[in-house]
């Protein structure tokens, strides 16, 4: 037998409820023998007191020198880390998968062959943070194509500064485009922005798919106005296979998308650029469930399903995905958001006794 190389995982155990799924969820990893070496460096409060830094320079060099990152949702100094994460990594494409297994509660009748992924531009759009007051674009004498007026003669008020680039445009697209090619699926790529009024910044997004799109004639290429995929997604999910989209539209999005499978507490994600990856669950902290040990694993589980696969291990990827999918077709152990009366960690002992029972 070869010897399989040891990976090095940083792992961020979050804030509020988060820890609470984060730590079980490490644990069910851990008894799969993986060659893995899960790290813990210090950041957020711990970090604060014994170093005064929510996120000292020996926690950056851990991310710096590890394989990959399992983040749990933060919502207080650990945020440092998540920024670095995305921006100092420049992990440009976040990719949220939208999967309907047979017995997760679904809002939908039929939600059978729902099986599509969302992918987010990660870095620019809104999500760089500038903002400010419209005031200090009075230099700019900005006049509005549509109301025939000068920015300034509105008032008061704030602005924010919406950048579509050309090369985060072409990376996030060419990563939907070689997904849809590994993909079991419909090699199809959905292009969805608000290109019939941002001409301009939508409308360059769009013009930049349908271009690179001709460099894969064997992926499908359709496009649709954000509202207009929206409807469609909600109607007809089953129809998609990659959708591609800007930053905001893709966070609001896939966060809707989870909706028709059952809820955020099933929607992984994970974050990629070309030399690193960090995966994580969609939802937040969930403080209002805080010490309860009830939050859904089912995202972090399927997030490290991600984490597996991006590590190139590509069989222990397939046994943990087989057990969540054994876990809904038992039914009989499911947190309460899915119906059930669970913990979490009753939870994870049932897919840690399961991985055992079948190896």
């Known amino acids: ?13 979050g804030d509020d409820a988060s820890p609470e799924v984060m730590i079980p969820a490490v644990a ?33 060099a851990a991310i710096d020198d ?7 949702s933060t919502s207080g100094p650990s945020t440092a880390a998540l920024f670095y994460l995305r921006w100092g990594k420049q992990t440009y494409a976040n990719v949220r998968p939208c999967h309907y297994l047979p017995g997760m509660r679904s809002p939908l009748s039929q939600p059978e062959g729902i099986d599509f992924v969302i992918v987010r531009e990660n870095l620019e759009d809104l999500y760089l943070g500038l903002e400010g007051d419209i005031a200090d674009l009075d230099a700019l004498d900005l006049r509005s194509p549509h109301a025939r007026m000068r920015l300034a003669d509105l008032g008061p008020g704030k602005y924010a500064i919406k950048a579509i680039t050309e090369r985060g445009s072409e990376r996030v697209i060419r990563h939907a485009f070689e997904l849809a090619r590994r993909r079991d699926g419909q090699r199809k790529v959905t292009v969805t922005c608000k290109y019939n009024m941002l001409h301009v910044s939508d409308g360059a997004f769009r013009r930049q798919a349908l271009e690179i799109a001709e460099d894969y004639p064997d992926v499908e290429c359709e496009t649709f106005i954000v509202d207009d995929f929206l409807c469609r997604m909600v109607m007809r999910p089953q129809e998609f296979d990659v959708v591609v989209t800007p930053n905001l539209y893709g966070d ?34 969930a403080p209002d469930i805080a010490g309860r040990n009830i939050i859904n694993p089912t995202a972090t589980l399927l997030a490290a399903v991600m984490m ?22 038992d039914a009989t152990v499911l947190t309460p958001d ?17 991985l055992e029972r079948d190896p």
Do not use: K, N
């Open 1 to 13: 037998m070869v010897e399989q190389a040891l990976r090095q995982v940083v792992v961020v155990d």
């Open 28 to 60: 069910v990893l851990e008894s799969m023998d993986l060659p893995i070496r899960f790290l813990r460096p210090l950041i957020g409060e711990a970090a604060i007191e014994a170093t005064g830094s929510a996120f000292p320079v020996q926690t950056r």
């Open 66 to 72: 590890a394989d990959a990152t399992f983040f749990g």
């Open 252 to 285: 609001i999005l896939s966060d809707g998308a989870a909706g028709l499978i059952g809820g955020l507490g099933l929607a992984p994600s994970g974050c990629y650029g070309d030399d690193y990856g960090y995966f994580e669950s969609a939802h937040g902290t």
């Open 308 to 329: 597996l696969r991006y590590l190139g291990l590509d069989g222990a990827a397939d046994r943990l995905a087989a057990t969540v999918r054994a876990l809904y077709a």
């Open 338 to 354: 899915q119906g059930g009366t669970a913990s979490t960690t009753e939870v994870c002992d049932w897919i840690t006794t399961w």
